[in-house]
């Protein structure tokens, strides 16, 4: 874990200045060693380094695990009050925490996209110039595997199989192989056979997608590019990487496909952690008929 002796430094202020008990002490710092394990694993960050987004994506993260909204919330105060102390010691400028809002009532399902607004926000990189070609090829393999956005931009050249349409994801603990549907086949093929070569900075380059500098792409910079895109698009729902990981796995299970191929696809650990989708279609399924049912 980066950053792990300025936890050290909160629990000795909890303990000698806020005198805080036992319990209280425990919660908090197994809240953020989570954090500091999900930074470094997913976000190659630490806590001085990072950023609201980054927060943002760790407590949805733990939405999408099927935490409680006891947990969620009990995490946000703990992160709150470190985020907090750092300010205080004058170790941060801004505060990445000030923003976090606890769930106040029932848990909140993660939003995902309908089938068309995918379709709508696909549409949106022109490949009238090198950006597009890239842009398009990133969105399509993000929504055709719904791989985390730190697998993404991990990606190497020699990851992708497009003979065989599949790509090799190396996940928190285990590497797992992804099926790729032929659209994403096809923008990969063009960005990497004819578009990639011009835009790496040196031939050495392994990352599969880089930025305008010719390296490797930035957690950052995909996430200004997305909400680019939304924006064109016009997309009310707040879009994040997340939003196409939830929408890849809520559409599988929409048309049939089973849990344990989800989970897989998904690369959980556990399946407690994919059957929030279930939730999710039936929450979906419900709202529908509603809307629909003359008798609703």
């Known amino acids: 874990m980066q950053d792990s002796k300025y936890l050290d430094q909160y629990e000795h202020y909890l303990t000698d200045v806020k005198k805080a008990s036992q319990n209280t002490l425990s919660s908090y710092l197994r809240d953020l060693r989570q954090l500091g394990d999900y930074l470094d694993l997913h976000l190659d960050t630490g806590f001085l380094a990072a950023e609201n987004s980054d927060l943002g994506e760790y407590i949805d993260w733990l939405r999408s695990a099927g935490k409680s909204v006891a947990t969620v919330s009990r995490s946000i105060a703990s992160i709150k009050g470190f985020y907090n102390y750092l300010m205080n010691e004058q170790l941060i400028r801004v505060n990445p925490a000030s923003q976090l809002v606890p769930d106040k009532s029932t848990h909140k399902l993660p939003q995902i996209l309908t089938s068309k607004e995918v379709e709508l926000l696909l549409e949106q990189p022109k490949c009238t110039d090198l950006k597009g070609y890239r842009d398009r090829a990133m969105l399509e393999l993000l929504y055709a595997t719904g791989i985390r956005v730190s697998e993404l931009i991990a990606l190497d050249i020699f990851d992708l199989n497009l003979p065989a349409g599949i790509i090799r994801c190396q996940g928190r603990d285990r590497e797992r192989a992804i ?28 990352a599969l997608f880089v930025n305008v500098g010719g390296e490797r792409m930035s957690r950052q910079g995909f996430w200004k590019i997305i909400k680019s895109y939304q924006n064109k698009a016009h997309i009310e729902k707040t879009i994040t990487p997340h939003t196409l990981r939830h929408s890849f796995a809520a559409h599988l299970l929409e048309n049939g496909a089973d849990l344990r191929s989800i989970q897989e696809m998904l690369g959980h650990a556990d399946i407690s952690s994919t059957q929030i989708y279930s939730q999710l279609v039936k929450a979906q399924l419900k709202e529908v008929y509603n809307k629909a049912h003359p008798r609703a």
């Open 179 to 206: 099926p790729l549907y032929q659209t994403a086949v096809q923008a990969l093929r063009e960005y990497v056979e004819f578009i990639r070569p011009q835009m790496v900075a040196s031939p050495d380059e392994t």
